[in-house]
């Protein structure tokens, strides 16, 4: 049995849902189908999602929004009216959307939610209907019905332990199941998201619910590069890599691929692969629990802008008991997540995403030097992370300073490094202006 998730790009319009339908119908094996709201159907559109925020914001600011909600009826509409389906379809559409702005309460990050999700859950019961006008017996499915139960942190959402024993009976349903990624239910009956990309998260909690023999997952590429094709040119395409692998290098910017949605595939063990829904024989990338070790060490490397450093130096730091549990304590305080935390005996850095410091930023200094005592405080902003990830890495010697010349060589300043203690990763951060010179070096010296 699989499970197959597909993404904006694969369902952005009529002809791309027509090549959803016949690969699935192509393998009685793939019965649940995971759907994400329709995506740019060229390099100049917007998508459905980014619609239904507009449409969110306006109605909360209490402005016109009817000129908002026609153009995200209208992106269904096309699709309706392409696909030959029944006008039903679409007034089921409007009336949905009509009533979550109706019954939108008080709770302005639970109503976002709502209008959010409305891009996958419609998207579902059009691709359904789309399945059925095609001869195929299939059923659009509610998250929440089917015990999709989420934590009530809205538009952040984690899935809660017990919804993998109801999910499980997904099953044994006849038919192919439809069902829309990205939102479920909290234990109080509200709508809640993933983070943004969460229909990739949504597939792999069904895979482990399910006992799926394997989650495939298609996109707009044929496989995972071994660097962005969008930013360095003749990138190796990856054929086989490990979970660990994939969680580093989605975490720092492989948009292919969720890096949260790694975590319930590892717990159940299932193999994900990463397949093109324009070319679906082709191989794709396979993603699975260990991989033979053999030639290049390095898997792949990735690169993320956006990141913050705050770096903390005070003398005799290493004989302060509970420094570090203090400052993270600080940042725990505020509700904000760090990423790394390299360390010195007399110095501290945390390195955590910019947007994560907005509002917040002049608060967590006042306490650092209120509460800490630092006889320095640096914040930089604007840095980017790129991540040298392989599970090689660890046999071989000499990687980190294969890294080091090829950044120096290209006159890119290292700002920060790290290395996870699993040996798989080395974290280096330059300025953001750098990102593409310090991918170009790198690129070289470990893939020519």
């Not at 059923?139 to 332990?161: C, I, K, Q, R, T």
């Not at 993933?194 to 229909?199: E, L």
């Not at 890294?403 to 330059?430: C, K, P, R, W, Y």
Request: with cysteine; glycine share 8%.
């Amino acid at each position: 049995m699989k499970v197959v998730k597909f993404g904006g790009s694969s369902v952005a319009n009529a002809d791309q849902i027509s090549k959803v339908v016949e690969i699935v119908r192509a393998d009685l094996d793939r019965k649940i189908v995971v759907v994400s709201a329709p995506g740019k159907r060229h390099r100049d559109d917007t998508k459905v999602t980014d619609l239904l925020i507009t449409l969110a914001r306006r109605v909360l600011e209490g402005e016109a929004y009817e000129h908002s909600l026609e153009q995200v009826v209208d992106r269904y509409g096309e699709i309706q009216r392409e696909l030959g389906l029944s006008d039903d379809v679409l007034d089921e559409v409007r009336e949905d959307l009509e009533n979550r702005i109706a019954n939108r309460g008080s709770h302005e990050a639970q109503f976002m939610d709502t209008m959010k999700a409305a891009g996958e859950d419609n998207n579902a019961k059009v691709i359904a209907a789309a399945f059925n006008h095609a001869g195929c017996s299939a059923e659009y499915v509610n998250p929440g019905e089917a015990g999709m139960l989420l934590s009530d942190e809205f538009g952040n959402a984690e899935v809660l332990p017990q919804s993998y024993g109801a999910l499980a009976a997904l099953r044994d349903r006849d038919g192919i199941v439809i069902f829309p990624g990205f939102f479920g239910e909290t234990r109080g009956g509200e709508l809640a998201t993933f983070p943004r990309g969460g229909s990739d998260i949504t597939g792999a909690i069904l895979s482990a619910a399910v006992k799926a023999d394997v989650y495939e997952n298609f996109t707009d590429v044929d496989s995972v590069y071994a660097m962005d094709p969008r930013l360095v040119d003749h990138a190796p395409a990856i054929d086989r890599m490990t979970y660990r692998e994939m969680r580093e290098l989605a975490y720092a910017g492989f948009g292919v691929f969720h890096d949260e949605a790694i975590v319930p595939a590892v717990h159940a063990e299932i193999p994900i692969c990463i397949k093109n829904t324009n070319r679906p024989n082709a191989p794709g990338t396979l993603v699975v629990p260990t991989r033979e070790i053999s030639g290049a060490q390095v898997a792949g490397i990735s690169s993320a802008e956006g990141f913050s450093a705050i770096y903390i130096d005070k003398y005799m730091m290493n004989r302060e008991v509970g420094f570090g549990r203090h400052l993270l304590q600080i940042f725990e305080d505020e509700q904000i997540s760090y990423e790394h935390t390299p360390s010195g005996i007399d110095n501290m850095s945390v390195i955590l995403h910019s947007q994560q410091l907005v509002g917040k930023e002049a608060k967590v200094l006042e306490r650092i030097q209120s509460e800490l005592i630092p006889d320095a405080i640096n914040v930089e902003h604007g840095l980017a992370l790129l991540m040298v990830v392989g599970e090689g890495m660890r046999y071989a010697v000499g990687m980190a300073a294969k890294a080091t010349h090829a950044l120096a060589d290209a006159g890119v300043n290292i700002e920060m490094v790290n290395q996870g203690a699993s040996e798989i990763s080395m974290m280096f951060a330059v300025k953001a202006e750098d990102r593409k010179k310090a991918l170009s070096s790198l690129g070289e010296v470990f893939f020519g």
